[in-house]
């Protein structure tokens, strides 16, 4: 059995909707066993697609060729999340990091954005408790 791509992006839950998925396609950030490949290309049991979602690369194996949306509980029966454990852990890094690198147009930071920028930039202030002893100088 075979599928569109973009419908099965779209049904195996990876896109939140198709046009997004068509989009991704076009933009070179979707790839079939490390080919390009376009929205109506169409995949088929046993493919690699490597989703590209900055700063991630994701990479699943179809079990399953559909183009009807299923449950979020059935996706397992149709593919098979193969990602390398190191994409992850960059993902949490920029999680964690995620304001040093602002996208451009999201404009100016929020005060709590502000004061987490603040408090990763600047060194822990040294305690005035050293000078307890009685050397008030």
């Known amino acids: 059995m075979e599928a569109r791509l ?10 939140k909707t198709r046009t997004i998925a068509a989009d991704a396609c076009k933009n ?9 490949a376009k929205p109506a ?10 989703v590209r979602k900055p700063p991630v690369t994701y990479t699943f194996r179809v079990k399953q060729a559909i183009e009807k949306r299923v449950g979020a509980k059935l ?18 890094m920029s999680r964690i990091s995620g304001f040093v690198d602002r996208a451009r147009g999201t404009g100016r930071p929020t005060k709590k ?15 005035d408790s050293f000078m307890e002893d009685g050397d008030d100088d």
Do not use: H
């Open 6 to 15: 973009d419908k099965w992006l779209w049904a195996a839950r990876i896109f």
């Open 41 to 50: 290309r169409t995949v088929k049991e046993g493919d690699i697609v490597s």
């Open 28 to 36: 070179n950030r979707v790839r079939i066993n490390d080919a390009a």
């Open 75 to 92: 996706v397992p029966d149709v593919l098979e999340n193969i990602t390398d454990p190191q994409q992850y852990e960059m993902l949490e």
């Open 113 to 127: 954005e502000r004061r987490a920028i603040d408090d990763f930039m600047m060194p822990v202030a040294f305690d």
